[in-house]
């Protein structure tokens, strides 16, 4: 599995190859201790709320695939807008389509890797579309 990022525009490639790994405490490792997730427009969440909804995300067992659009850093902070999408077939069989653009922070730790401070997947645009029990994977 790929280390930890050494540069901010790394980071959404580390979380993509983490989080289809199915490995949450490996996908955990890609946010700093007292990272804010945004999980739905309007509610962020930390600490085992942030990894209970990443969990039920890659619960879902379709892969997420990532396309980072711009970077900009300043110093040891770095803002990432990343195109994103979730798309395939759940464990269900069922089809699953979720995207968005993020609006993210990263920071680069005291070990010189970098990770989320603030990941807001629903940043810029959302879309879902999914059979109807999976419309909300967040539920």
């Known amino acids: 599995m790929r280390e930890l990022a050494d540069r901010p525009e790394d ?65 040891d902070l770095a803002l990432l807008i990343v195109d994103w999408a979730i798309d395939g077939t759940d464990r269900d069989g069922k089809a699953v389509h979720i995207e968005g653009t993020a609006t993210d922070v990263a920071r680069r730790g005291p070990d010189g890797r970098w990770r989320y401070a603030i990941d807001n997947p629903f940043g810029l645009r959302s879309q879902q579309v999914a059979t109807e029990d999976a419309a909300d994977p967040t539920s």
């Open 11 to 75: 980071v959404p490639a580390v979380f993509a190859e983490r989080f289809n790994s199915g490995d949450a405490t490996a996908l955990a490792q890609v946010y700093e201790d007292g990272a804010v997730l945004v999980e739905r427009p309007g509610i962020p969440v930390t600490g085992p709320a942030l990894f209970a909804a990443n969990g039920r995300l890659q619960n879902l067992g379709a892969p997420i695939s990532v396309r980072p659009r711009h970077v900009y850093r300043n110093g």
